[in-house]
């Protein structure tokens, strides 16, 4: 179990009119697809920890309040094959229970279908997180897995 739980399980990805955003316990991951053969120097990227700004060529992509704080010194962006933007936000809360429900406060919202499979998502990596010797990158998951699922913490062991 050497690759990275999202990488064994997949990702549960919202769509948006500019690409799409993921998240798993301690990141948030943005792809905005840009114009084939845009070059670093047309990019403006600008993080802080609940703010984001990118343009393109001058042209306003995305821009606003995150849903909730970053670590702004951790995050990062990235020109892929000159056609894919892939931005990583590390999130502050990195608990299962922080889901967030959108990228930004009021705009690229999961609707509740995909909300539901983001939070089953975090809810398996923190079991895999707490048993490190089992694998629930194909496990399904029921009942009570919203904020994080049940809380065994104050069971004996």
């Given at each position: 179990?050497?690759?990275p739980?999202?990488?064994?399980?997949?990702?549960?990805?919202?769509g948006t009119p500019w690409g799409r955003w993921y998240q798993t316990l301690e990141e948030v991951f943005i792809e905005?697809?840009?114009?084939?053969?845009?070059?670093?120097?047309?990019?403006?990227?600008?993080?802080?920890?609940?703010?984001i700004a990118l343009s393109v060529g001058g042209r306003d992509v995305l821009q606003g309040k995150l849903f909730d704080s970053t670590i702004t010194d951790e995050g990062t962006w990235t020109l892929e094959?000159?056609?894919?933007?892939?931005?990583?936000?590390?999130?502050?809360?990195?608990?299962a229970g922080n889901c967030w429900t959108s990228l930004l406060e009021?705009?690229?919202?999961?609707?509740?279908?995909?909300?539901?499979?983001?939070?089953r998502k975090l809810t398996l990596e923190r079991f895999q997180r707490e048993?490190?010797?089992?694998?629930?990158?194909?496990?399904?998951?029921?009942?009570?897995?919203?904020?994080?699922?049940?809380?065994?913490?104050?069971?004996?062991?």
């Open positions: 179990m050497s690759a739980f999202e990488e064994r399980s997949g990702v549960v990805p919202c905005v697809q840009v114009p084939p053969g845009t070059r670093a120097k047309d990019v403006r990227c600008g993080l802080q920890s609940r703010h094959d000159r056609k894919l933007i892939r931005i990583v936000l590390m999130k502050t809360n990195r608990d009021n705009e690229y919202a999961a609707d509740p279908w995909v909300q539901d499979q983001m939070q048993n490190p010797g089992f694998d629930f990158s194909g496990a399904e998951i029921s009942g009570n897995y919203s904020k994080g699922g049940p809380d065994f913490s104050s069971l004996e062991k």
